[in-house]
């Protein structure tokens, strides 16, 4: 039996968790999320000065109510794990000193866990997980790529967006519509019951210089200009804009170019197992849609569990515990946080000397 707490910390959503690794399965033995969504909503998006403060106020809570809920303390934890990377410095930085800290105290050995890592392995805490290989269809607010892990658990990126990621890509559409943020669940809530087929979007592919397209890459800019000039047109016209098929329009564009490219890329690549994971993940008519032509074109697909699609501590949890499993080390106290740092590297932020 191995127990770790786990902290995340890299954006607007503080959260801790203990997890536990028992008969080869994972099992979430607590979570706390206090999402900080409703504050940044009134400014349209994350203010980060605003998301550290927060964090400092609620995590003490939320580490106490994950010990007591999951009926450990500390003395019963193998490590304590917190995220360090990519995401807001500040941010960052109360988690990963909280979990230092705790560590030092308590004689814990301490974790660092980089964010895509903590989303990939967000999957593992389905009820049956699948087992690699597999194609990993990553869609967040910062990240949509494309990755494969082998049966050893080495990755390698396959495809990836050129510029918007597609979560940010909800984010900015649902501004231009009026909508609250963060713009997902606003979209997904007004698309409902929308025509979907109303307005032809486009699918932003991405050339390659020596000619023809990056099979498995993504671009969602064209598609947010496209919204732009379409709502302009339609405001010359009318005084209400059709909100539920914009919304619609604009979900099933995007849900058909992450299928097509996902469901290819596994076609051709031999693997039968895809993988969704990350904020955008949640999407009801992603997760449809992926379902029904996966099944159609022979591929499993197999969703994060909706609860830890959005940021939380479970995931951190799950992939610290990946990490004991393996044996690998554990970090220094003295790594510090960073705002980019590449999934490639993660292994990076278990060794000595740290490299930030
Ligand atoms: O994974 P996440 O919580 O944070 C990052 O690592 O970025 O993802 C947040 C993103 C936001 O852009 C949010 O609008 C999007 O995920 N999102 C959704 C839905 N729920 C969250 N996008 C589409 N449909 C949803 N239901
Ligand atoms: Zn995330």
């Given at each position: ?13 503080s ?6 690794w028992r ?8 979570q ?6 409703e ?7 994350v ?24 009926g ?7 490590a ?18 909280t979990?230092?800290?705790?560590s ?7 974790l ?8 990939l392995?967000s ?33 390698e ?5 050129h ?56 671009s ?14 339609l ?7 059709p ?28 693997l ?14 992603l997760r ?10 022979g ?9 830890y699609c959005?940021?939380?501590?479970a995931?951190?949890?799950?992939a ?5 499993i393996?044996?690998t ?13 590449p ?13 930030f």
């Amino acid at each position: 039996m191995t127990t770790v707490l786990a902290l995340e910390t890299s954006c607007d959503e503080s959260a801790a968790a203990v997890v536990q690794w028992r008969n080869g399965k994972l099992e979430v033995l607590s979570q706390g999320i206090a999402s900080q969504v409703e504050e940044h909503a009134q400014w349209g998006g994350v203010v980060p000065e605003i998301a550290s403060r927060r964090h400092v106020e609620a995590l003490p809570r939320l580490v106490e109510s994950a010990l007591e809920d999951a009926g450990v303390v500390f003395a019963d934890l193998d490590a304590v794990a917190s995220t360090v990377a990519p995401g807001l410095v500040g941010a960052l930085m109360v988690g990963s000193v909280t979990a230092r800290t705790l560590s030092v105290l308590h004689q814990r050995p301490f974790l660092a866990i980089h964010h895509l890592e903590a989303h990939l392995a967000s999957v593992q805490l389905a009820p049956e997980p699948p087992r690699p290989p597999y194609l990993v269809l990553l869609v967040s607010g910062g990240h949509t790529e494309l990755i494969r892990v082998d049966a050893q658990g080495g990755m390698e990126r396959l495809g990836r967006s050129h510029d918007d990621a597609a979560g940010e890509a909800f984010d900015k559409v649902a501004r231009l519509l009026g909508l609250s943020y963060p713009g997902g669940p606003a979209i997904q809530a007004v698309a409902e019951g929308g025509d979907p087929t109303r307005f032809a979007l486009p699918k932003g592919r991405v050339k390659r210089p020596e000619g023809g397209f990056y099979p498995y890459d993504f671009s969602f800019s064209g598609l947010k200009t496209a919204m732009l000039r379409q709502v302009e047109a339609l405001r010359s016209q009318t005084e209400t804009l059709p909100l539920a098929d914009l919304a619609a329009s604009f979900e099933q564009v995007v849900a058909d170019v992450l299928v097509d490219r996902s469901l290819r890329c596994c076609r051709e690549k031999g693997l039968s197992t895809l993988v969704m994971v990350g904020g955008v993940a949640a999407n009801r008519r992603l997760r449809n849609l992926m379902m029904q032509r996966g099944q159609a074109a022979g591929v499993s697909v197999q969703c994060a569990p909706l609860a830890y699609c959005t940021d939380n501590a479970a995931m951190v949890g799950a992939a610290a515990l990946q990490r004991l499993i393996r044996g690998t080390p554990f970090s220094s106290l003295s790594l510090g946080v960073s705002a980019r740092w590449p999934l490639e590297q993660a292994s990076a932020l278990q060794s000595e000397p740290a490299p930030f």
